[in-house]
């Protein structure tokens, strides 16, 4: 497994949540709340936080203008990865997905399968790059925010992780888009 090079020194991303829900206010919004207490004990920094209804355009929409936003390193949605009619979080983020990062919707089945078991099944967690921004779709449970972030995202945004993580290449993500 991986280790942190205490060589080297941590770098904070700017990272905004997204919690897409139609009934959640921020009062009642457990997850955001475990991804915001989670990435700032990290040491990293709350760049935006918004509650949006289950609306794929206004995900989408949502997702695009902080990508277009240069104070934002990472977007993490929380909500609507699941499988009911309502449920168009991950359909949202494909539309605004240049690449997906395939691996991260694996990664997180076996991290779930290790804590609900087949019902890891049900879930569609995604993450993929837009415009120089990772981006990653939770499900809207507590736990399965604390999964990701301490089983997968945690060392992937950390610097310091070996043998290689998301920080590294942040400045390369967009190099497609400038002149050669």
Same mark, same amino acid.
């Given at each position: 497994?991986?280790?942190?090079?205490?060589?080297?020194? !941590?770098?904070?991303?700017?990272?905004?949540?997204?919690?897409?829900?139609?009934?959640?206010?921020?009062?009642?919004?457990?997850?955001?709340?475990?991804?915001? @207490?989670?990435?700032?004990?990290?040491?990293?920094?709350?760049?935006?936080?918004?509650?949006?209804?289950?609306?794929? *355009?206004?995900? *989408?929409?949502?997702?695009? #203008? &902080?990508?277009?936003?240069?104070?934002?390193?990472?977007?993490?949605?929380?909500?609507?990865?699941?499988?009911?009619?309502?449920?168009?979080?991950?359909?949202?983020?494909?539309? +605004?997905?240049?690449?997906?990062?395939? #691996?991260?919707?694996?990664?997180?089945?076996?991290?779930?399968?290790?804590?609900?078991?087949?019902?890891? +099944?049900?879930?569609? #967690?995604?993450?993929?790059? *837009?415009?120089?921004?990772?981006? !990653?779709?939770?499900?809207?449970?507590?736990? @399965?925010?604390?999964? *990701? &972030?301490?089983?997968?995202?945690? #060392?992937?945004?950390?610097?310091?992780?070996? %043998?290689?993580?998301?920080?590294?290449?942040? %400045?390369?993500?967009?190099?497609?888009?400038?002149?050669?």
């Amino acid at each position: 497994m991986g280790r942190i090079d205490e060589t080297k020194d !941590f770098i904070p991303v700017k990272i905004a949540i997204l919690t897409v829900s139609d009934t959640r206010s921020l009062a009642e919004d457990r997850s955001g709340d475990t991804l915001v @207490a989670r990435l700032e004990a990290a040491g990293h920094i709350l760049a935006d936080r918004k509650i949006i209804r289950d609306e794929r *355009a206004e995900i *989408a929409g949502q997702l695009r #203008a &902080w990508c277009a936003d240069k104070s934002i390193d990472v977007i993490i949605s929380t909500g609507g990865t699941g499988l009911t009619g309502r449920d168009v979080t991950v359909e949202a983020h494909r539309d +605004v997905y240049e690449k997906e990062i395939d #691996a991260f919707g694996t990664v997180f089945t076996m991290v779930s399968m290790q804590k609900i078991g087949t019902s890891a +099944v049900q879930s569609r #967690a995604t993450g993929g790059v *837009a415009n120089g921004t990772y981006l !990653f779709a939770l499900p809207g449970s507590t736990g @399965a925010c604390k999964d *990701a &972030w301490d089983d997968i995202l945690q #060392a992937q945004l950390d610097y310091r992780h070996l %043998p290689c993580n998301f920080v590294e290449i942040m %400045p390369r993500l967009d190099e497609h888009l400038r002149r050669k």
